[in-house]
DNA sequence: ATGGTTGCGAAGCAA
């Protein structure tokens, strides 16, 4: 039995509730993290998602973040925040353990202008982002680090790099800073199995920019190097794009086995 | 043409 892992910023679980049930009963995930729900515990559905199948953990105050977890392969320990001493800026961050995975869902603070106030508070939200993981895990461990990292890794996931000069999420400090954690021993599983441009995980909402293949891959799954030896598949769904009422953001997916695969150690 | 879209919440801000 493979896992199915999926992580997706659904820009307000409330007004995305029916689709965030539509899609968890076509793609079946085995463990769903999610963003952006904009509320605070005491109106999250778990009873929902129990009806359906899943335990939750859910970590928001009703502002404008909120992140959770849903698995059907148990969820324990579950840990909210970077600890006490980490001003979290919000609820971005909450961990649980599903069928021996480590999983963080996160959602990294937008940052807004290069050079704002936002801006630094975000390049310090990713500094202590990468000191939480460090202290509490081991590159050797079964780690998962899933999310909206707001974020594009790399020049080829962007639509257009003229546009984003001087933008956010695409900034030398803040790609050096993402390059922080994947140096201490996290792998972008969606990028080391399709190298191409065009692949995004979210497109504006104005101007038709789905539509125009005018995106950004900003939603990303990081794993440590035993639970990437295992990933199979990997894929990101923009089919949850279209229709009534989509989020901007569309669910990654990867593919677990039980067993390292067999050609993991060409993977690096 | 100094715009556009969505969510939240009831005007304007954040993304």
């Known amino acids: 039995m493979s896992l199915l892992l999926a992580t ?13 049930l539509e899609w968890i009963k076509y793609a079946e995930p085995d463990i769903l993290c999610l963003q952006e729900t904009k509320m605070s515990d005491s109106v999250f559905p778990a009873d929902v ?3 359906a199948g899943y335990k939750s953990i859910h970590h928001g105050d009703g502002g404008w973040n909120g992140v ?5 392969v148990g969820l324990d320990d579950p840990e909210e925040g970077m600890g006490e001493d980490v001003d979290e800026m919000g609820c971005r961050v909450v961990s649980a353990s599903c069928s021996g995975i480590r999983v963080v869902s996160v959602y990294v603070p937008n940052g807004r202008e290069v050079g ?5 508070e975000k390049l310090d939200w990713m500094e202590n982002l990468k000191s939480y993981i460090a202290q509490h895990y081991s590159p ?9 990292f707001n974020v594009a890794p790399d020049d080829i996931d962007v639509w257009d790099t003229q546009v984003f000069e001087g933008a956010t999420h695409v900034s030398k400090p803040e790609r050096e800073s993402l ?6 021993g996290l792998f ?3 990028r080391l199995r399709y190298p191409q441009s065009g692949l995004y995980s979210w497109w504006d909402y104005r101007g038709g920019a789905f539509h125009k293949h005018q995106g950004m ?13 295992r990933c199979s598949f990997s894929l990101m769904d923009r089919n949850a794009r279209k229709g009534e009422k989509p989020s901007d953001h569309i669910p990654v997916m990867v593919w677990l086995e039980d067993v390292p695969m067999a050609n993991a150690d060409s993977e690096s």
């Open 217 to 229: 891959r900003i939603d990303l799954i990081l794993a440590t190097k035993p639970v990437l030896s």
């Open 8 to 20: 997706w910023n659904v820009n307000s679980l409330r007004a995305r509730l029916e689709r965030v």
């Open 68 to 72: 959770a977890i849903l698995s059907r």
């Open 188 to 190: 972008d599983c969606f």
């Open 140 to 148: 050797t461990s079964s780690l998962l680090v899933c999310g909206d």
């Open 116 to 120: 704002s106030r936002f801006y630094y």
């Open 179 to 184: 390059n922080g954690l994947l140096s201490w």
């Open 49 to 51: 998602f129990r009806d």
